[in-house]
C-alpha cells in the first residue's frame, strides 16, 4: 500500500524517503527533501527549497516553506532547514530566510510547536523548545535550547530569547531575553529564575544557585548592564573565597549567560 494517498499533489522532483507518510490533497514542491519516518498531514502545503529531517510530524494545513513575508524579497531561492524529531500543529506557518540575512530558517531537533504559530524569514529556533498556541516570531528571531514561548506572544523582529526562558501567557516581547528566566506582565518584566523548569532538566543545586546568583546581579543589584556583565565574570575570574570551585556545567551557564548578554543589540528585558 502507498503511504502517498492517491489525492495528494507530489511533485516529480521532491526527495521524500520510502516510508514518508503523505495525507490527503497534501501538497508537496518540486525543491522539497523529507526524511524517513516523517508524516504529512491532510492538506498540508511544503514548499520552497526546504530540508525536513527524520520523524518530524505536520499536521495538516501547516503551511511550511512558502516564500517569505517580505517586500524586498525578489524570488531568491532561500531556505528551510528542520532537523528531527519536531512536531508541528495545525495551521501553522514557517517562512524561508532571506538574502538580507544567511538566507536560511532553521528548526532545530524536538521542538513542539502547536497550533497557529508562526516562525517568520530568518528565524533560528534551537532543540526542545515550546511554542504555544498563536505564539508569533518575527524575522530574525532567534530562540535558545529549552526555552518556552506562551500563548498568544509576539516577539519582536531581531529579539533574542536565552536557553531555558521561558516567556508567559500574551508577552510583548520587545527586548532579548535573558537565558533561564521567566518574563510575562505587560510591559514585559523578567519576575523570577526558571526553577521548575531547571528542576526538569536535572540542574543540580550548585547550577541552581549559580543561576540565582545571575538573576540577583541583573535584577536586583541595581547595576547597569556593563557593570551586572563585569560582576558576572568575576563568577568565573574569582570565586568567592570558601566556596567550592564551579563545575564543568556551572561555568557552562555562566558562560552561556555572558555570551548573551555581549550579543544583545535590542537591550534585555529588565
Request: proline share 4%.
Amino acid at each position: 500500500m502507498s503511504l502517498i494517498h492517491p489525492t495528494a499533489v507530489v511533485h516529480e522532483g521532491a526527495q521524500l524517503a520510502p516510508d514518508v507518510q503523505v495525507g490527503p490533497y497534501a501538497v508537496i514542491g518540486p525543491h522539497v527533501r523529507i526524511g524517513a519516518g516523517t508524516t504529512i498531514g491532510s492538506h498540508a502545503v511544503i514548499e520552497g527549497h526546504t530540508t525536513i529531517g527524520r520523524h518530524n510530524r505536520i499536521f495538516s494545513f501547516a503551511s511550511v516553506g512558502q516564500a517569505p513575508q517580505d517586500k524586498k524579497y525578489a524570488g531568491e531561492p532561500t531556505r528551510l532547514e528542520m532537523g528531527d524529531g519536531n512536531t508541528i500543529r495545525e495551521f501553522c506557518t514557517i517562512n524561508t530566510g532571506t538574502v538580507q540575512d544567511e538566507g536560511v530558517t532553521r528548526i532545530g531537533n524536538d521542538n513542539w510547536i502547536m497550533a497557529y504559530v508562526h516562525i517568520a524569514h530568518d528565524v533560528q529556533l534551537g532543540h526542545h523548545t515550546v511554542l504555544a498556541n498563536n505564539a508569533t516570531l518575527a524575522g530574525h528571531v532567534q530562540v535558545g535550547d529549552w526555552a518556552t514561548i506562551g500563548g498568544l506572544t509576539g516577539v519582536h523582529q531581531f529579539v533574542k530569547i536565552g536557553a531555558h526562558a521561558m516567556i508567559g501567557f500574551q508577552g510583548h516581547v520587545a527586548q532579548d531575553v535573558p537565558p533561564y528566566m521567566t518574563a510575562d506582565g505587560h510591559p514585559l518584566t523578567v519576575r523570577a529564575v526558571n526553577l521548575t523548569g531547571l528542576k526538569r532538566r536535572g540542574f543540580d543545586e550548585q547550577r541552581l544557585a549559580v543561576v540565582r546568583r545571575l538573576h540577583r546581579l541583573l535584577y536586583r543589584e541595581s547595576l547597569t548592564l556593563n557593570a551586572a556583565i563585569d560582576r558576572i565574570q568575576m563568577l568565573v575570574d574569582e570565586p568567592a573565597t570558601g566556596s567550592e570551585p564551579l563545575s564543568d556545567a556551572a561555568r557552562g551557564d555562566v558562560d552561556l549567560m555572558l555570551d548573551f548578554l555581549r550579543r544583545a543589540e535590542r537591550g534585555i528585558v529588565r
